[in-house]
């Protein structure tokens, strides 16, 4: 769906116009399935960065301590995964589904300014 031509316009005008049919685009989704899928995500990705490379599927991306450096514990990973699942059930409970928290933490490539908190 595209709602206005990148031919003429500026980068930063380019980038509203792909922010604005992403977010479009996922909340109709969500209004009408009820559910975000992985697919979903992956398709409001290509939307933002106007391009297809989909998720990243070579590892690459430790799990460290910020501070120290630090290798994080597959426990202490387990562990975080089971209290973000519990926060977004009791919290977000309409948004939740296994494919986000997938997305989450199996494969956590995103730019921080798209992390937000709930």
Do not use: C
């Not at 009408?32 to 899928?37: A, S």
């Not at 409001?44 to 910020?66: P, V």
């Not at 589904?97 to 921080?112: A, G, Q, R, V, W």
């Amino acid at each position: 769906m595209t709602f206005v031509s990148t031919s003429n316009i500026s980068n930063a005008a380019k980038e509203v116009k792909w922010y604005r049919e992403a977010l479009y685009l996922g909340f109709k989704w969500v209004r009408e399935k009820k559910l975000l899928l992985k697919k979903y995500i992956v398709a409001i990705q290509q939307r933002l960065e106007d391009n297809d490379a989909g998720i990243r599927t070579q590892s690459g991306t430790a799990f460290k301590n910020a501070s120290t450096g630090e290798v994080a514990r597959i426990k202490a990973i387990t562990q975080l995964i089971q209290e973000t699942k519990v926060e977004l059930r009791d919290k977000l409970p309409k948004l939740y589904s296994k494919d986000l928290l997938e997305i989450l933490f199996k494969h956590p490539y995103t730019k921080n300014r798209f992390n937000v908190s709930i």
